[in-house]
């Protein structure tokens, strides 16, 4: 293993060690006061970061097959909490087995083969003409417009997006053949760094907030202080990437604002549904889809400006 | 063997169906009980099985139909070996004498300490409203007037496996536990059927779909 990974490693293992240092004398310090309900929620999300880091460096570990099987089980999960919050009906039963056991496990063997062409255009083109075509051979018609497009909206938000997480580790990029994994590392890193900026600053200092309507927890303060912070985090690691400094800071910065907007559009449909998270599989943050769901919109893009401007 | 194959079909639904619980007062849940619910799936006694404590679990009977019970030798094998059942022939609907001997089978299981889990719609419904119940649970409760009844509702069982299809689309279930009722002593047939049936569809919520 590289010294670099370790150093990522070691840095991640550092941060969740100081957070749950703090958390324990936060929860000494106002045991019985009004803020115990805030600090005990820190704790859990703390605890669950432990949880999710291991798990995490595991897979990334084993290699390929593991981080590919990793965001595998992370898509079936958040496919199955998108879905779950759909009124899909009956006529919908035999599209959803294709969605859950055909594409959605064939989009991550093309990851596995490296067969870029139609990792790329599996979802969009096949895919989206066959879900469409299943629910019609049911004879359904009611709302089959809005059922439909729900489905391909799951499909490609829980599964095509997430799915460019793991493909970074098939871009031949040259001087860097063998060290992928530390751009998945890298983005991992910077999305979920600014999530948590973004909640900090939001906490102690939000005031303004930047869509009242969608979410009250997303304010000015929060995004601006988690967006540069992790920016700059982003800089401070373009050691262990293909990038220059600048570039660095740059794509931190692409990442970070595209992982807000997809926070703000999950937050739309939850807010939409009535709801305040997907799921609660992970003790403090909610769904699997609550936790990707700056994921969702950053892995594309990221991967297509590497794909673009670094694979010679 | 049939006590790992439980754990397994039981450990099974769970994962598929991926059921969030809750219970309204837990501490309400023991003693001799009858578990009644929304029947929308095939899914819907083994998900409720498996939710149960241990020590109720190993003395809940599911009370189902003989012709979906012993249709092939699996459904024999699970419904003799593997849970405890207590099978209703339906072909006879409307027969006066099965009906009752179903009703006093079920009463000599509830006498002996035991738990039911029965379904008053009768059938499977296609969506997830609660359809009027049948007489069945009224000359029960009223056979049994010592036993509570406690109603569950299930959500989102038919859009995990619904009524003609056999494959399972993992979606996430719900579970609610209610507080048990009990035939009050000058409650009548309908005004019993009627209580029941709106304490368990108030149990559900109704943003989804």
């Known amino acids: 293993m590289d010294n670099e990974i ?12 100081i957070a749950s240092v703090i958390g324990f004398l936060l929860a ?18 703390t605890k669950a970061w432990w949880q999710m880091c291991a798990v995490f460096a595991v897979s990334l570990l084993i290699g390929k097959t593991g981080s590919v099987i990793l965001f595998c089980i992370m898509s079936f999960l958040a496919l199955r909490e998108f ?26 063997y093309l990851v596995y083969t490296k067969w870029y062409g139609m990792f790329a255009i599996m979802i969009p083109v096949y895919a989206f003409l066959l879900i469409p075509l299943r629910s019609a051979l049911a004879g359904d018609t009611n709302n089959f417009l809005e059922r439909t497009a729900k489905i391909q909206w799951g499909a490609v938000v829980c599964v095509y997006c997430v799915s460019h997480a793991p ?42 907030k930047v869509v009242p309507n969608v979410s009250p927890n997303k304010t000015w303060e929060g995004l601006i202080g988690g967006v540069v912070f992790a920016s700059l985090i982003g800089m401070g690691l373009w050691w262990s990437t293909p990038f220059s400094p600048l570039a660095a800071l740059a794509i931190s910065l692409v990442i970070t604002m595209m992982g807000f907007a997809g926070g703000l559009v999950m937050s739309a449909i939850k807010r939409d549904r009535g709801i305040k998270d997907f799921g609660n599989i992970i003790q403090g943050h909610g769904g699997i889809m609550d936790r990707i769901d700056s994921l969702c919109f950053s892995a594309p893009v990221f991967f297509h400006i590497v794909r673009y401007y670094y694979t010679g | 063997m049939a006590g790992l194959i439980a754990k397994i079909i039981l450990y099974f639904c769970r994962l598929i169906s991926g059921v969030q619980v809750e219970i309204k007062d837990a501490e309400l849940i023991n003693g001799t009980l009858i578990f009644y619910g929304n029947h929308s799936s095939h899914l819907d006694s083994m998900v409720i099985l498996s939710l149960l404590p241990k020590e109720l679990r190993e003395k809940t009977f599911i009370v189902g139909s003989k012709k979906y019970w012993q249709a092939n030798a699996v459904r024999r094998y699970v419904s003799n070996r593997v849970f405890k059942t207590m099978l209703i022939d339906r072909s006879g609907e409307g027969n006066e004498a ?80 209610g507080n048990p009722i009990k035939l009050t002593e000058d409650e009548g047939k309908e ?15 109704n943003d989804l779909g």
């Open chain 1, 6 to 17: 370790k150093y990522l490693f070691g840095g991640i293992l550092s941060l969740l060690t």
């Open chain 1, 28 to 45: 000494r310090k106002y045991k019985d006061s009004s803020a115990k309900h805030v600090i005990d929620n820190l704790n859990a999300r």
């Open chain 1, 83 to 108: 879905i779950t919050l759909t009124p899909t009906k009956k006529g919908d039963h035999k599209t959803l087995f294709w969605l859950f056991f055909v594409i959605l496990p064939y989009q991550y």
């Open chain 1, 167 to 208: 493909a970074l580790l098939i871009l031949d990029i040259p001087n860097y053949s063998g060290e992928n994994v530390k751009l998945l590392l890298f983005l991992a890193i910077i999305v979920q760094m600014s999530d948590v900026l973004q909640y900090v600053f939001g906490k102690t200092l939000g005031k303004h």
């Open chain 2, 98 to 177: 099965g009906a009752f001997a179903a009703i006093s089978n079920m009463s000599n299981i509830l006498s002996e300490g035991n738990c039911i889990i029965i379904f008053p719609e009768g059938t499977r419904s296609l969506d997830e409203g609660v359809s009027n119940f049948k007489g069945g649970i009224y000359h029960l409760a009223k056979k049994n007037n010592d036993v509570k009844l406690v109603p569950i509702f299930l959500e989102n069982m038919n859009r995990i496996m619904p009524k003609g299809e056999l494959i399972v689309i993992p979606l996430l279930g719900r579970a609610v536990f």
């Open chain 2, 191 to 205: 005004e019993f059927l009627i209580r029941a049936r709106n304490e368990l569809a108030a149990l559900g919520r």
